[in-house]
């Protein structure tokens, strides 16, 4: 994983995480945080063509994923289709404007939760939380659209800082 030094990487290719097969325990890469949240998230095994999907109440933590987390998709039309959801860079590379949308996204939820809990400043956590989604928002985005979003939201972030912030 390329870490820039602060919690942001800067490929999409560092969220394609590779773990053993919950069927077969043969190696697979495991569709990212983004295509799980705002689309299907299925990924295919490509030894025993099994799919499989973040199950129901999974607890993930950041954007690791565990084979107990995956539970087998059993629906005929979709397993007809399985080598759709093999993971691979191009496959990747076409989820990118999803990235940036589900970290801007994330971002966004976390200062107007910090909001929430402490106007007129934001507590060091969300603000700290909200810069780094903003920043991993900014790592990926391509378009002017999302570049101009994405620094306005920065500048607006700037004005809610803490006190204390040594960041």
């Known amino acids: 994983m390329a870490d820039r030094g602060d919690g942001v990487l800067s490929e999409l290719s560092d969220f394609l995480t590779e773990i ?7 190696k697979m890469k495991v569709a990212p945080i983004w295509s799980m949240v705002l689309e299907k998230g299925y990924s295919t095994c490509g030894n025993c063509w099994q799919i499989f999907a973040l199950r129901s109440g999974a607890k993930m933590e950041g954007n690791q ?23 691979s860079p191009q496959k990747l590379e076409n989820t990118r404007n999803a990235a940036v949308d589900f970290f801007f996204s994330v971002a966004l939820t976390a200062f107007f939760d910090g909001m929430e809990k402490s106007y ?12 780094r989604y903003l920043s991993q928002a900014a790592a990926f985005a391509v378009s002017d659209l999302d570049t101009r979003l994405i620094a306005d939201a920065f ?13």
Do not use: H, I, M
């Open 20 to 26: 053993a097969c919950p069927s077969c325990q043969s």
């Open 65 to 87: 994923v565990r084979p107990e987390d995956l539970e087998t998709v059993v629906d005929d039309f979709e397993s007809s289709n399985a080598g759709e959801y093999l993971w």
């Open 120 to 131: 007129p400043r934001l507590q060091t956590q969300d603000y700290g939380l909200a810069w």
């Open 155 to 167: 500048e607006k972030l700037e004005n809610y800082k803490p006190y204390d912030w040594n960041g």
